[in-house]
T-cell receptor
Framework: QKEVEQNSGPLSVPEGAIASLNCTYSDRGSQSFFWYRQYSGKSPELIMFIYSNGDKEDGRFTAQLNKASQYVSLLIRDSQPSDSATYLCAVTSGTYKYIFGTGTRLKVLA | EAGVAQSPRYKIIEKRQSVAFWCNPISGHATLYWYQQILGQGPKLLIQFQNNGVVDDSQLPKDRFSAERLKGVDSTLKIQPAKLEDSAVYLC???????????FGQGTRLTVV
């Protein structure tokens, strides 16, 4: 079982819709959870982090964490073509390793 | 505030040659990470330092890869000898602490021919 799992996509949504990206993790001792955006040929860029169960909102982005079910999700409201990128989920394990999933490719169709 | 600096940006070498990458983290960041990212995959953690000590290097191919963090600041990652499958982007990242958000440098794109 992979430590951090994401559906590779592509996930296609129309402009203005809500994009929902999901991530599951295997280590119940995981403490911190991050979402990164990576454009083709660029480095990952931090979008959001979340440490506690529940929702955290920042502009058009909402991160949701459910530690009991071991998943974290990212919602992007009012999706724009400029949001088209690969979204990476990262988790710090119980031993503080900073582990990434394989990423989900998002396409926002104009 | 300056970001994570990496050099070189690009490197092309022949198989069996050696190569070294350099990383200067954000000032004050105790934790430094080296990742390997192969096209179409997520970043794979090679080694994680806390100050100048190693937190994890379980996925570092130690027969050919080595890394050090000088005085808990700059770090170098070396490959010797390189194989074709080492062609990837090597990303350095740093964070204030092991449980906190990490910020990435621009990466070094390595091509082994």
């Amino acid at each position: 079982q992979k430590e951090v799992e994401q559906n590779s996509g592509p996930l296609s949504v129309p402009e203005g819709a809500i994009a929902s990206l999901n991530c599951t993790y295997s280590d119940r001792g995981s403490q911190s959870f991050f979402w990164y955006r990576q454009y083709s040929g660029k480095s990952p860029e931090l979008i959001m982090f979340i440490y506690s169960n529940g929702d955290k909102e920042d502009g058009r982005f909402t991160a949701q964490l459910n530690k009991a079910s071991q998943y974290v999700s990212l919602l992007i409201r009012d999706s724009q073509p400029s949001d088209s990128a690969t979204y990476l989920c990262a988790v710090t394990s119980g031993t503080y390793k900073y582990i990434f999933g394989t990423g989900t490719r998002l396409k926002v169709l104009a | 505030e300056a970001g994570v600096a990496q050099s070189p940006r690009y490197k092309i070498i022949e198989k069996r040659q050696s190569v070294a990458f350099w990383c200067n983290p954000i000032s004050g960041h105790a934790t430094l990470y080296w990742y390997q990212q192969i096209l179409g995959q997520g970043p794979k953690l090679l080694i994680q330092f806390q100050n100048n000590g190693v937190v994890d290097d379980s996925q570092l191919p130690k027969d050919r890869f080595s890394a050090e963090r000088l005085k808990g600041v700059d770090s170098t990652l070396k490959i010797q000898p390189a194989k074709l499958e080492d062609s990837a982007v090597y990303l350095c990242a740093s964070s204030l602490g092991a449980d906190l958000e990490a910020f990435f440098g621009q990466g070094t794109r390595l091509t082994v021919v």
